[in-house]
């Protein structure tokens, strides 16, 4: 690459890097270099994932913020169909924690998730959750995608070559699903589980927001709601040799998860899972944020550890 355009770039992400501050709670940490990142992202998913328990069936969510003893979680409309009522009781826990069961104070249905699967779920709880980062999508200038940058000589992850990249998700290596299963004739009490992720396409105008296509190992009733997590990597920069070290990896959500592809004429599945992704909704998210405590980034995320 030539040297100024190596300078220019360099300079880009420290200024973006620079100027914008990450929101004060931590989300699950970033693990290092030489892990198992498969087995980090499922630990992630576990840690921000919870089940719901609805009148009718169950369900699953994700926390994505947190306000002193406040929490908001994310799931899909489906399961969260009416407000919480005295006859109508939902309640949420921990997969972490599945005895700790604490009632949802109300859902939250806004304008902007018309037409969308999605909803919104408030509970209160002394209880320290962790929280999960969604995972804005980055733009970035000059016009350089995702995996481009990763691959410029300066910024030497260690990994060029080993992890998948996706530019379309901006996400390293898998994807995949983390939500509770209901009970089955064989596993008769609901389960935590994650199903590993090949992302096919983006149909973009697809039915209440289901855009994310994607193959999946194995979906079941109860994950609906659940997150479909990815990774990133991040780094520092270093001015004396001009180059922006690896430092970890970090995870978050991109979208969730809430149906399954069926044949018109059976009610046979063909493998294929659906997901409403969270970009969509970035502005209103941003808007929430000092009320819901929603972890917010800096502008370039390869630095936001």
């Avoid at 999946?216 to 994950?223: E, L, Q």
């Avoid at 899972?273 to 502008?299: A, M």
Wanted: glycine content about 10%; aromatic content about 16%.
């Amino acid at each position: 690459m030539h040297k100024c355009l190596k300078l220019q770039i360099i300079l880009f992400f420290f200024l973006v890097s620079y100027v914008s501050p990450v929101y004060a709670y931590k989300s699950w940490p970033k693990h290092p270099q030489g892990l198992d990142k498969k087995a980090y992202l499922e630990k992630y998913s576990r840690a921000v994932s919870i089940g719901i328990e609805t009148p009718g069936s169950s369900g699953s969510g994700v926390i994505i913020g947190r306000n002193r003893n406040q929490y908001l979680f994310i799931t899909t409309r489906h399961v969260a169909q009416s407000q919480p009522i005295k006859n109508e009781e939902y309640w949420i826990y921990s997969v972490t924690d599945e005895r700790n069961k604490i009632k949802v104070k109300k859902f939250i249905y806004p304008k902007e998730f018309e037409g969308y699967d999605l909803a919104l779920g408030v509970f209160e709880s002394d209880t320290k959750f962790p929280v999960a980062y969604i995972l804005k999508k980055l733009v970035y200038k000059p016009n350089f995608d995702f995996c481009s940058i990763r691959n410029i000589d300066f910024f030497s992850d260690g990994y060029q070559g080993y992890l998948e990249c996706d530019s379309e998700w901006q996400i390293l290596g898998k994807p995949i699903i983390g939500g509770v299963s209901l009970p089955t004739k064989a596993l008769n009490i609901p389960i935590f589980r994650t199903s590993s992720l090949k992302m096919l396409t983006r149909a973009k105008g697809n039915q209440q927001g289901y855009e994310a296509v994607y193959e999946a190992s194995s979906t079941v009733p109860g994950m609906s709601g659940g997150g479909v997590f990815g990774q990133r990597s991040c780094g520092k920069f270093s001015t004396f040799e001009k180059t922006i070290e690896f430092t970890g990896f970090y995870g978050g959500i991109f979208a969730i998860h809430g149906m399954s592809e069926e044949y018109s004429n059976t009610s046979s599945r063909s493998g294929v899972g659906l997901g409403i992704p969270l970009d969509l909704f970035s502005d209103y998210f941003n808007k929430i944020s000092k009320e819901y405590g929603i972890l917010k980034y800096r502008s370039s995320s390869f630095f936001n550890c």
